[in-house]
């Protein structure tokens, strides 16, 4: 049975006033009260027992605030909110009334890519379909709308959304641009899209399955002659356009310490900034990624890492692959062309040939993280089961390679880290020295946060908290005040 209720003006008012040591912001003229640091469900899993005490966590010490969608990791994310949602509801140690949940549609991955194509199959596709690439579609169509508010409101177990976001819309537009439709029609029928989307969220409102919506776009702060831009004045020209007392009441983008563009860049209309037009219309403005930060083409994590190892020598770890190498060539001299066993282990296993020369050219944990999550560690697992349901006589062997390269992955992991400390330590120095203000701030994470939560026109920063120390360290952020007239826009972090 679904948790009834939705979060109202008055519970979270209310609630506010419980934590009165933190800052709390009206979400724009919805008139609810939300922490001013949320909670980011980007990578949050129902199978992860740390993720589900985090997020316990950070409800129980006071954040109200929850931002998911329904495409982190593949519909877990929403899924563990839910279960956490119903325990501590059951156990009267928080009201739903009291929580504002943000979930979104719009893409096509895993779960929802498989059901497109058997859709397909079927002759029976989702209307206005972009087939982006393969294993990624996106769609705005009502009907692909209810679907996904349906499985929502099923995996989050409540009866109402507080706010629905239309996901990156603006796929329609890279779609477009690789098929070099003309810019105009584009726009044009990019934007027809969107009203067709808002017409039906409008009936959502009335159906009291959703309490408002809005759009979720890294576009938004983009130069308006950008191809895939998408234009705020534009949005809410069209909203409008639908009803007077429309419920189009929040944007979510992008910003952080290097990518500043929605407070300083022009690109909307009577020379204003993104977050001056937002807050003009009084809408409530989310801030994702503030520690994921692109700057001169690269990924930086505006976090200091845990460091547990002094970091390896690059010669410790090239010596290290030359074991590796060893094992990998003496088992090699065991695979038979019938024994396909060996044949999976050599092709999924092996990974001298893929690192030798290549590792320092990762560059930075962040890319590094990325190859061992999403290439490396999967084959890696994957043979390590076949490993151990063989019976094989070279299996002393296949085990010692195994332990070997765990211990790569951990030395090159260790090495990146140390790596990005001394970058974080230089970001830090280089901050503190043109706003001493954020001295009071002991690690760069808090800086960064404290920088946008003292922005004007900024309602909340969705700050992911997979972890306990993410949430002391937010918590302890929140029981500070923000920091007036901070100038931190022209900061560079070099």
């Given at each position: 049975?679904a948790i009834k209720g939705?979060a109202?003006?008055?519970s979270?008012?209310?609630?506010?006033e419980?934590?009165?040591?933190f800052?709390?912001n009206l979400l724009?003229k919805?008139d609810?009260?939300v922490?001013?640091?949320g909670?980011g469900?980007?990578?949050?899993d129902?199978?992860?027992?740390?993720n589900?005490k985090s997020?316990?966590?950070a409800?129980l010490?006071?954040?109200n605030?929850?931002d998911?969608?329904s495409?982190?990791?593949?519909?877990?994310?929403e899924?563990l909110i839910?279960?956490?949602?119903k325990e501590l509801?059951?156990?009267?140690?928080?009201l739903?009334?009291n929580?504002v949940i943000?979930?979104k549609?719009?893409?096509?991955?895993?779960?929802?890519y498989d059901?497109?194509?058997k859709?397909?199959?079927?002759n029976?596709?989702?209307?206005?379909l972009?087939?982006?690439?393969?294993?990624?579609?996106?769609?705005l169509?009502?009907?692909?709308?209810e679907?996904?508010?349906n499985?929502s409101?099923?995996?989050?177990?409540i009866?109402?959304i507080?706010?629905?976001?239309l996901h990156?819309?603006?796929?329609?537009l890279k779609?477009?641009e690789?098929k070099n439709?003309d810019?105009i029609?584009?726009r044009?029928?990019y934007?027809s899209?969107?009203k067709?989307a808002f017409?039906y969220l409008?009936?959502e409102?009335?159906?009291?399955r959703?309490k408002?919506?809005?759009?979720?776009?890294n576009t938004?702060?983009?130069?308006?002659n950008?191809y895939?831009?998408?234009?705020?004045?534009?949005v809410?020209?069209?909203?409008?356009?639908?009803?007077e007392n429309?419920?189009?009441?929040?944007?979510e983008?992008?910003?952080?310490?290097a990518?500043t563009?929605?407070s300083?860049?022009?690109?909307?209309?009577?020379n204003?900034?993104?977050?001056?037009?937002a807050?003009?219309?009084?809408?409530?403005?989310?801030?994702?990624?503030?520690?994921?930060?692109f700057?001169?083409?690269?990924?930086?994590?505006?976090?200091?890492?845990v460091i547990?190892n002094e970091a390896p020598?690059?010669e410790f770890?090239?010596?290290?692959?030359?074991n590796?190498d060893?094992?990998e060539?003496?088992?090699?001299?065991?695979v038979?062309?019938?024994?396909a066993?060996?044949?999976e282990?050599?092709k999924?296993?092996f990974?001298f040939n893929?690192?030798?020369f290549?590792?320092l050219?990762?560059?930075?944990?962040?890319n590094w993280?990325s190859?061992?999550?999403?290439y490396?560690?999967?084959?890696?697992y994957?043979s390590k089961?076949?490993?151990?349901?063989?019976a094989l006589k070279?299996?002393?062997?296949?085990?010692?390679l195994?332990?070997?390269?765990?211990?790569?992955?951990e030395?090159i992991?260790?090495?990146?880290?140390?790596?990005?400390?001394?970058l974080?330590?230089?970001i830090?120095e280089?901050?503190v020295?043109?706003?001493p203000?954020?001295?009071s701030?002991?690690n760069?994470s808090?800086?960064?946060?404290?920088s946008?939560r003292?922005?004007?026109g900024?309602?909340?920063v969705l700050?992911?908290?997979?972890q306990?120390?993410?949430?002391?360290d937010?918590?302890k952020?929140?029981?500070?005040?923000?920091?007036?007239?901070?100038?931190?826009?022209?900061?560079?972090?070099?």
């Open positions: 049975m939705f109202s003006s008055i979270t008012k209310n609630f506010s419980q934590y009165k040591e800052n709390f724009g919805t609810l009260s922490t001013s640091v909670f469900s980007y990578r949050i129902i199978r992860s027992d740390i589900k997020l316990k966590q409800l010490s006071g954040i605030l929850i998911t969608s495409t982190y990791t593949n519909g877990n994310s899924l839910g279960k956490v949602l509801t059951d156990s009267n140690d928080l739903r009334e929580l943000v979930t549609g719009g893409y096509l991955q895993g779960h929802n059901l497109s194509q859709l397909k199959k079927e029976n596709a989702f209307p206005d972009v087939e982006y690439q393969k294993g990624l579609e996106h769609c169509h009502p009907e692909f709308l679907d996904q508010i499985r409101l099923e995996r989050l177990g009866e109402t507080d706010v629905y976001l990156n819309p603006e796929y329609y779609w477009a690789k439709i810019l029609l584009a044009k029928e934007y899209r969107i067709k017409e409008e009936k409102v009335q159906k009291g959703i408002n919506y809005g759009i979720s776009s938004f702060p983009a130069d308006s950008d895939s831009f998408t234009s705020l004045d534009t809410i020209k069209i909203a409008e356009e639908i009803a429309n419920h189009f009441s929040i944007i983008f992008p910003m952080n310490l990518e563009a929605a300083r860049q022009i690109n909307q209309s009577n204003m900034t993104l977050l001056q037009v807050e003009a219309k009084n809408l409530g403005v989310l801030i994702n990624r503030p520690l994921n930060a700057h001169n083409n690269k990924l930086i994590n505006l976090a200091e890492p547990i020598s690059v770890i090239n010596n290290t692959l030359e590796i060893k094992l060539q003496l088992i090699s001299q065991k038979y062309e019938n024994n066993f060996l044949l282990i050599e999924y296993l990974v893929e690192l030798q290549s590792w050219d990762i560059n930075n944990i962040s993280q190859a061992l999550n999403q490396f560690l999967p084959r890696f994957y089961n076949m490993i151990k349901k063989s070279n299996k002393e062997s296949e085990n010692r195994i332990a070997e390269i765990d211990k790569l992955f030395l992991s260790s090495y990146f880290n140390n790596e990005h400390l001394q974080i330590i230089r830090k280089n901050i020295k043109q706003l203000e954020l001295s701030r002991k760069l808090s800086m960064a946060i404290c946008l003292s922005t004007d900024i309602t909340a700050v992911g908290m997979t306990l120390s993410y949430v002391e937010v918590i952020e929140l029981q500070l005040s923000p920091i007036k007239d901070i100038d931190w826009i022209k900061v560079e972090i070099d």
